[in-house]
């Protein structure tokens, strides 16, 4: 099981480039096999946001001889681009090539393996499904197929989450600065990412919405810098008996010094009993003690905590 | 008096509850139901699905489960946080506030 998890983890991580000759091969089989349409050129793009710019060009008329100079043309023009992306929404296609690796590594085993028999027909189609993981996107017109390269750089943790502290953590090659920033397996914004801990302004935890991206602002800033320098304990699990309390380690702290013009700024910080990352999330100004702070996450209910995760 | 327990999945809410009578039942067609979504990881908080298991929905959108067989609350990715079991019963799932010190108002989690 770990050759096959291994296998196609690979192969949907690849950044490899797409030979041409092999993309048309691949393509018109899986159009002769799957799609059962006719077989068509390929137009090949660098990125997904290139890939849909060459769609909507193709489907508004471009010529295929056209697209390339007309997609240059787009993207030379950042006004031009944000309208045309506008008035046509992008959409995800149906066949995501590389990224589609998950789902056939469950057939490879299947048939390799476990010796699930299927008919030649049925395996012919397969086979050519299959290949379309050595692609990028796959965006199937009437008289074209327009299909992105995979990524060119992806990073991750030793967990295997994307990640990369103080750089992209994927990127495409191409027009449109295609990249995803992303800590820890949560997408969070390029100033995040990109900033060191020295860097970063403690305001900006007050102002990012997403309870995911505060966890990776607070990893990144540190819990016992931004806690001991910026803020006051109010109230810890070590006063109370409760057994959830203490395995999350609650503690309530007046974070105010975040916030200008606010006087007192009561958080909740606790630990994530899974993963052991710290959180630490504002609670309502008129809670005093963690009872309060805790009922207050409930929605003002008095409930006993009988398992966390 | 003895107080109500919840079980806390992130920043999702499980509870023992009472099945609303104007709750509708809700159709899955997976074996699992979304019952807190992640915007950036992707990484659902989900119940499993199966014979025994059933969802309803209050008309103010709060979501309830009737389960004669005991299932679980997990995440698409195991990795950040573990899977809990659900015992059989009438169970109600909310999301944790937390307060927002620009609107200064209550807002669900989000993550």
Known sequence: MSVYAEKWVNTGISTDRINPARAKEIVNAYQREVLQTKETPVIITNNPIEGWVAVVLLTKGTAMDKVQNEMEAVFQNKKTLDTLLKNNPPVYPYQDGSFYSSIISFYDFMINELGVEIEDDLMKRYRAWSDTTELGLMFPLDEVMVITEKPLTLNFNEEGQLHADGKPAMTYAGMGEFEVYSLNGVRVPKWLAMANEGSLDLSQYSKIENADVRTEFVRKFGVERMMESYGKKLDTFENYNEEWWTKSEYELWDMNAIFEGVSYAPHLKMKNATTGVWHVEAVHPSCQTLEDAIRDRFGGRDFRIAAIA | ?111
């Open chain 2, 1 to 111: 008096m003895e107080k109500n327990k919840v079980i806390l999945h992130g920043e999702c809410m499980v509870f023992p509850s009472e099945l609303p009578a104007e709750a509708t039942p809700m159709v899955v067609n997976s074996d699992y139901l979304i019952v807190a979504d992640s915007e950036t990881t992707g990484n659902h908080h989900v119940v499993d699905a199966f014979e025994g298991v059933n969802f309803f929905q209050a008309k103010n959108g709060t979501v309830f489960m009737k389960n004669s067989r005991p299932t679980r609350i997990r995440c698409v990715m195991e990795n950040r946080h573990d899977a809990l079991s659900l015992e059989p019963g009438v169970w109600e799932f909310g999301i944790q506030q937390e307060y927002d010190y620009f609107s200064d108002s209550h807002r669900a989690v989000q993550d």
